[in-house]
């Protein structure tokens, strides 16, 4: 059954429907979630709380075919709240982790996952978080400002700041200095 079907059945009701439609997004929502908060139990509260606030306004989703982005800016949200509330410091996950979640990826797509990662984490906070958003999450410049609350203009302008800082460091190879 494809998503446009599931969110449809759940929609009026079918759990059963929406169960699946979590399945399917399961793995992507906790590695959202963790890259955020880099702990596995804070990680899983996360995801719960989102699967919760999916569940109780996917009545408002209009569009069938944007749920899997509807639900990632649900785990987003939450996540940058959460950050918020526990005054941490916003850092994705670590090499390992990245690592694991390259799944079936030949070694040279892991090792530049790994580059890009690492060469991020060098990055100012303000950086960070639109460039995971951005790069890794494929948000919009336009969702990210509206997620973020700034205009449209500093998202910009701080994705062109970022790649600037990271075309030497990417350039030369990061993992091999």
């Known amino acids: 059954m494809d998503i446009e079907k ?3 059945s759940a929609k009026r009701g079918d759990d059963e429907a929406f169960e699946q439609l979590i399945a399917l997004m399961r793995e992507k929502l906790y590695r959202t979630a963790y890259s955020y908060v880099r702990n596995e139990q804070d ?3 996360i995801y719960q709380e989102s699967i919760y606030k999916a569940y109780t306004t996917l009545k408002t989703l209009n569009n069938p075919n944007s749920f899997p982005g509807w639900i990632i800016k649900i785990v987003v949200y939450k996540s940058i709240d959460f950050i918020r509330k526990d005054s941490r410091k916003f850092t994705p996950g670590d090499a390992e982790f990245f690592a694991k979640i390259a799944g079936n990826q030949n070694m040279e797509n892991v090792t530049y996952s790994m580059d890009l990662k690492e060469a991020i984490e060098t990055l100012d906070d303000k950086y960070k978080t ?4 951005r790069f890794y999450h494929d948000f919009s410049v336009k969702e990210i400002a509206k997620m973020l609350g700034c205009p449209e203009g500093t998202v910009k302008s701080y994705i ?5 800082e990271l075309k030497p460091i990417l350039k030369e190879g990061y993992l091999y200095e």
Do not use: E, F, G, T
């Open 43 to 45: 990680a899983l509260d």
């Open 6 to 8: 599931l969110v449809k």
């Open 160 to 164: 062109n700041r970022a790649k600037k």
């Open 130 to 133: 639109i460039m995971w958003l």
